[in-house]
Nanobody
């Protein structure tokens, strides 16, 4: 059974950094792209970043450009989200997710992702 487990969330001051990790098991991790989403209270889940199976290409939402990066380690079956210059509006639960298909062309629609972690809370204080 596939499982995605996020870690690394917490409370940080504005301007600070966090690195989230998502450990995958139960499916051939290196075959699939991976993505990160977030959901703030009262808001819809939104796309943050995604990375192709070999890390050769990344897709990102405009609001994270220059601040967040995504990377992966196919030996450790882990995908990372490095978040720098955090802002209070980045406060949300962050989820890693695997697209339904190995062919991923940058979709930002959560419905195109089939497996989700339980999420990790990120809180940025002003």
């Amino acid at each position: 059974q596939e499982q995605l487990v996020e870690s690394g969330g917490g409370l940080v001051q504005a301007g600070g950094s966090l690195r989230l990790s998502c450990a995958a098991s139960g499916r051939t991790f290196s075959n699939y792209p991976m993505g990160w989403f977030r959901q703030a209270p009262g808001k819809e889940r939104e796309f943050v970043l995604a990375i192709t199976w070999n890390g050769g290409r990344t897709y990102y939402a405009d609001f994270v450009k220059g601040r967040f990066t995504i990377s992966r380690d196919n030996v450790k079956n882990t995908v990372y989200l490095q978040m720098n210059s955090l802002k209070p509006e980045d406060t949300a639960v962050y989820y890693c997710a695997r697209p339904l298909s190995t062919y991923y062309a940058g979709s930002i629609n959560p419905r195109d992702f089939g497996s989700w972690g339980q999420g990790t809370q990120v809180t940025v204080s002003s």
